[in-house]
């Protein structure tokens, strides 16, 4: 068996009632192991010769309405390998609490904020307080849970971070159907597991993401209307659309759209319905196919 040397950071965000896990560490598709979430239940982190009973065990423990505190007391003390271990977690109520087993490779910690818990091993000293720091001033700004996840993760590798070096990295938001299509709650589960510069890849991840599943802005909706005649004139070079350039938005022009938006996986910002489209659409198309 070996240590999971990483440092990692759970997260609760209450206005999107969202719950979160990044990581980072010198060991391949990390994230496979150290991160678990549910909504309305909370999120782990479990790491260092990790114990990957933490995870399920302790969605169950928190869903059932145990505290963070709680639920790492009665995961650590049936272990009788609790030395070894490091745990995150964070609970329905936004509540964390994490634990460092005394037989942990140094430099090892945690620090315990409002609403999160930063932890690592094997880390250059200061890595933690780093990643708590910058959690707390992203949070404060503009984007969402994974946005602040994947800063605090920066950061922390700014500070040192895995004094090994670095290989995978991973952030994971769950919210009540938050998931593709509403069916479930993984709202974004993101992960590289072998690059030089996994945080790096990981954030344009995050930024791609966005683009494709973010939540419409409202003052980005336009017109069909208005657009009708360059996306008849794009959809005639895409091979979608065979008749006239009228720039009148008819069934003929939403269907060839509809397609062409569906094989581009952006139906997510557009479900084909209504007479008004999400300028992020129109501009990745224009731009992708040219306009």
Known sequence: ????????????????????????????????????????????????????????????????????????????????????????????????????????????????????ACQGNILVPGTVEAMAEAFEKARKGEGELADWLVAALAAGQEAGGDRRGRQAAGVLVVRENGGYGGKTDRYLDLRVDDDPYPIRKLAQLVKMHHMYFGETDPNDLIPLAEVAGDLQALLKRTGHYDGPQTGVFDEATRKALRALVGEENLEERWNGEGDMIDRVVVDFLMERFGG
């Not at 969202?18 to 496979?32: D, N």
């Not at 049936?78 to 037989?103: I, N, Y």
Request: charged share 15%; hydrophobic share 45%; net charge negative.
């Open 1 to 116: 068996m070996n240590p999971i040397a990483t440092f990692s950071i759970v997260a609760y965000d209450p206005k999107r009632q969202e719950w979160g896990v990044a990581v980072q560490s010198k060991f391949m598709a990390a994230a496979a192991v150290v991160s678990w979430a549910r909504a309305g239940a909370g999120a782990v982190a479990t790491q260092s010769y990790a114990n990957l009973a933490y995870g399920p065990l302790g969605l169950e423990m928190m869903a059932y309405g145990m505290s963070a505190e709680e639920t790492v007391t009665a995961l650590t003390q049936a272990d009788p390998q609790r030395g070894l271990r490091q745990v995150g977690v964070v609970d329905k109520q936004g509540r964390a609490a994490a634990f460092t087993g005394e037989d942990c490779y140094e430099w090892a910690g945690h620090i315990v904020g409002d609403g999160f």
